[in-house]
């Protein structure tokens, strides 16, 4: 459930995040939604660039360390960082090309998870609790 004080947590790790660049996103305690700038987004889409350049740049040096050199060690080391950059470019990729879309999913997840949040703890009075059994009654089978 959101309850005010973890909205306030989550605002405080967004800017956290937005001020180290590990986000373009900025989320507002007054409205509860996230949204994304026009600087964001640039700076998401740069730093996306980047990804792919030194991505490439591992491969090319992975390609010619395997034509060029006996050293098995290096090649599996390239190797290795080649999967890594691999796994987080890929990461990257949804925010860097789809941001306005991650953030209409993620507004619609908060919304959703407000109008859930009253329909829940209205409807618990009513709830009864299922019957428990002793610890003398035996299992049938």
């Known amino acids: 459930m959101l309850s005010n004080q973890s909205v306030k947590v989550f605002v405080l790790i967004t800017q956290m995040c937005q001020y180290f660049g590990a986000t373009p996103f900025s989320a507002s305690l007054s409205t509860r939604k996230i949204r ?12 996306f660039l980047n990804h792919l350049v030194f991505l490439a740049h591992v491969l090319i040096q992975t390609i010619l360390l395997r ?10 080391f390239c190797l290795t960082t080649l999967l890594a950059l691999t796994l987080g470019t890929l990461i ?22 407000e ?3 009253p329909k829940v703890v209205a409807g618990s ?10 610890p003398t009654t035996r299992c049938p089978f």
């Open 36 to 47: 994304i700038t026009k600087d964001g987004s640039n700076r998401q889409k740069s730093r």
């Open 67 to 76: 034509f060029y050199s006996q050293d098995v060690t290096m090649i599996n």
């Open 92 to 113: 990257w990729l949804p925010f860097a090309l789809f941001e306005k879309d991650f953030v209409y999913l993620f507004n619609s997840l908060i919304l959703v998870t």
């Open 115 to 117: 109008q859930y949040q």
């Open 125 to 134: 009075e009513n709830v009864t609790q299922p019957a428990t059994r002793s």
